[in-house]
Structures are given as structure tokens and as C-alpha cells.
């Protein structure tokens, strides 16, 4: 059975983006370091503050704000 050419996409597309904005930019001296930086790139910048062409260019925490608004004003 043949794989989808798009059934990685978003992963592959991540994995580029962090190696261009975090990995390549950084020289590591053990693993550990390797996870912790990553590990700090995806939970203190990439989920809550980067922002995201599908949100609008909002960041996540703006866009879950805004629809909360949107959600209580009955839109």
C-alpha cells in the first residue's frame, strides 16, 4: 500500500519551521539540551505566542480571546 503525500505535511512543515527559526541557529553540547530548548520553543513560543497564517495572524492566545468574545456576544 502507497502512503498519502499529504499525510505528513503539517508535521514536515513544523519540523522545517523549527529547524529554521531554532535549531540551525543554536550549537547544542548534550541531547537533553537539545529537548529542553525544543521543548521551550514549542510550549513557551510556538503554541501560546507565534502567530499562525490559519488564525488570522493572530497568536493562540489572542485567537482563543477573540472567540471567547465573539462566543459571548452571541456571534
Not at 8 to 24: G, T, Y
Not at 26 to 45: G, H, K, N, P, S
Amino acid at each position: 500500500m502507497r502512503g498519502n503525500c499529504h499525510a505528513n505535511a503539517v508535521a514536515e512543515s513544523f519540523l522545517q519551521l523549527l529547524k529554521r527559526e531554532r535549531i540551525r541557529c543554536r550549537t547544542y553540547l548534550t541531547r537533553e539540551a537539545v529537548r529542553q530548548d525544543v521543548f521551550e520553543y514549542i510550549e513557551m513560543f510556538y503554541n501560546p505566542k507565534r502567530k499562525h497564517p490559519n488564525t488570522g495572524m493572530l497568536s493562540p492566545a489572542d485567537f482563543e480571546v477573540r472567540q471567547q468574545k465573539l462566543n459571548e456576544a452571541g456571534v
